[in-house]
């Protein structure tokens, strides 16, 4: 029974790592999509260039490189697909492409909230989004291209060692990891770094006196108000949030890959499964925090739900109608002099006694 319960130990493991790798696939198919039909229908977004990018890059990982990692890959694959020479070599080149793509996209996509934040009033100072994204793709095909360079792949009775890591790039592998994850990284914390300290100093300042306003006295009571709060504001706390989110994700996702390229080859190639399924939990996890943070692409996507689902019938309230209003809206303005507060109530007794005017003789 113990030896059936360690065999059947990998077996589960192995499922469950295929479940959970599903999972990553549909929520990156599913919330790239949606972020992207949202981004599009969301006017004045300034950084939308850069969003659409980053959809589409992650859609394009989320068709190609993830279903070979589920078929082709050893566990949490299912290992079954064996690839040929020149198949392997395209799987190599897309995902030595698709992941620096990625991981500069976001790079860029921080720069350009950085210039945005810190220096608004200086549109000279941001290149235009279609330049940035040329250089981003021209960067990731020459950094697909080394993985040309690596060693060719073993013949499909082989196992399917057709990633990065796995003997991809050959020699290449440092220079790729530094260019790939180390560069986008120092960009990425030089950015969000320089945003986080500019929201905080804005939450923490002081606020101005109004125009008019009375100069303070001299007193120990006022004197004592100046003093800012002993227990730390939570307008610090809510600027540092995205910046902490933005470069923790990013550390998270792709910094175990980065250096499993770093390691030696045998060591890199035991660690593959679990470090590549990481980095591809980047792509399911942008559309949340890049998407959901923003206020316009919550407003956005609230109208739009709000159109899809089904509205519920009113219901119809009835009406009483009362009789003196009805005879008001029918007679018309009052042409004589207006009744006081003592003949109101008069009046409403005669009409409540039966004595009122019926339908016809009003009209």
Known sequence: MANTTALNAPEVAASIGLILAAVVEAAAILGNSALLVVVLRTPGLRDAL?????????????????PL???????????RVRLG?????????????????????????GLARY??????????????????LTAVWAAAALLGALSLLGPPPAPPPAPARCSVLAGGLGPFRPLWALLAFALPALL????????????????????????????????????????????????????????????????????????ACLAPAAQAAAAEAAVTWVAYSAFAAHPFLYGLLQRPVRRTLGRLARRALPRPPRA???????????LQHLQGPPEGPVLGSSEAPEQTQVLAGGESLSMPEAT
């Open 50 to 66: 850069y969003l659409v990018h980053l959809c589409i890059v992650d859609l394009l990982a989320a068709a190609s490189i993830m």
């Open 115 to 132: 210039r945005l934040i810190v220096h608004p009033l200086r549109p000279g100072a941001r290149p235009p989004p279609t330049l940035v």
């Open 316 to 326: 119809c309230t009835s009406r009483a109608w009362h009789l003196r209003a009805l």
């Open 85 to 109: 020479p020149a198949p392997c070599r395209a799987a190599r080149f897309l995902s030595a492409a698709l992941l620096p793509a990625c991981t500069l996209g976001v790079a860029a996509l």
């Open 69 to 79: 990692g589920l078929l082709a890959a050893p566990p949490p694959g299912l290992g």
């Open 188 to 259: 990425l914390l030089g950015a969000y770094g320089s945003i986080f300290l500019v929201a905080r100093r804005a939450a923490l300042r002081p606020p101005r006196p109004a125009r008019g306003s009375r100069p303070r006295s001299d007193s120990l009571d006022s004197r004592l108000s100046i003093l800012p709060p002993l227990r730390p504001r939570l307008r610090g706390v809510k600027a540092a949030l995205a910046p902490a989110l933005a470069v923790g994700q990013f550390a998270a996702c792709w910094l175990p890959y980065g250096c």
